[in-house]
């Protein structure tokens, strides 16, 4: 199964999201693959690689590249990196090159996914030929969004380009529950979309220290709020896919 985390925004949470997840579900004993695709390396940086890939994005995009021999391992047992490289900056031109430019992501990842049981994309803040390919290739597409009545516009822009063929489970990131405003946001919101994940993960510091600690939430602060809510976020995205 593949999941990305996608925001047509920048700074919701999308790698914060990944890398959690992609870590939790590797703790459960599922064979786990984080491809890292934004040039700016952040989910690489935070499970401790190198932001390099040999050969740089083009040749693996073009197919000439074994994805599989590019792959890192991590600290943790099940959970594999497929690591950022600066030259993805590049990737929409890389992509247009090709023949079939929305299928490429899918085509590289075809050898390798079969030996995973998840796969997560962590994907950079665009809309693009990149964001195309991430929608075919993924089976499902997490997005984090802010309680702001403009996530709703958000949502329905991605609803428009996504299509019917990647599922779409979107929840809210970054939550002050203190902040009327953002209570009020989300409930309109939900009234609106109850198809909404419940779990909601709140503004956290937590969440910000992974950038200095350079680790999933559950090695340094377990017993967080900010933790909490990312177990029950897995647990409620696993519920909602196996209900199909
Ligand atoms: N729930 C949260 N509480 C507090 N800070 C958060 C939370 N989620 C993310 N952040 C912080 O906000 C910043 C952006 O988060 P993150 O990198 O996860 O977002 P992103 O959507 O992947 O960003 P980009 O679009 O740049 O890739 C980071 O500094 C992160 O630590
Ligand atoms: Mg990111």
Redesign the pocket.
């Known amino acids: 199964m593949v999941l990305a985390t996608y ?1 047509i925004k ?7 999201a990944a890398v959690n997840l992609a870590y939790l579900a590797s703790r459960d004993g599922a064979a786990t693959l984080l491809w890292d695709l ?1 040039p ?1 390396g ?1 989910s690489t940086y935070l499970l401790r690689v190198k932001p390099k890939l040999e050969g740089g994005g083009r040749r693996l995009v073009h197919g000439k590249t074994d994805a599989g021999e590019r792959i890192k391992g991590t600290d943790y047992e099940h959970l594999d990196l497929l690591p950022a490289d600066f030259s993805y900056r590049h990737m929409d031109l890389h992509l247009d090159e090709t023949k079939r430019p929305t299928s490429r992501l899918g085509r590289v990842l075809e050898p390798i996914a079969p030996e995973y049981d998840y796969v997560f994309l962590d994907c ?2 665009s809309i693009s030929l990149v964001s195309e390919s991430v929608f075919e290739a993924a089976d499902v597409l997490l997005i ?1 969004l802010l309680p702001a009545t403009l996530s709703a516009r958000t949502l329905e822009y991605i609803d428009q380009v996504a299509g019917d063929g990647t599922r779409r489970l979107a929840f809210f ?2 939550v002050d529950s203190r902040k009327r405003m953002h209570r009020d946001v989300m409930e309109a919101f939900t009234a609106e979309r109850p198809e909404m994940l419940h779990t909601v ?4 510091a937590d ?2 220290r ?2 200095l600690m350079r680790a999933p939430l559950e090695e340094f602060a377990p017993r967080g709020a ?1 933790a909490i809510a990312f177990r029950e976020l897995w647990q409620e995205i696993r519920e909602r896919v196996s209900e199909g």
């Open positions: 925001n920048g700074g919701v949470g999308k790698t914060s934004d700016q952040a950079p803040p984090p990131s970054m993960v709140p503004l956290a969440v910000e992974m950038g900010a």
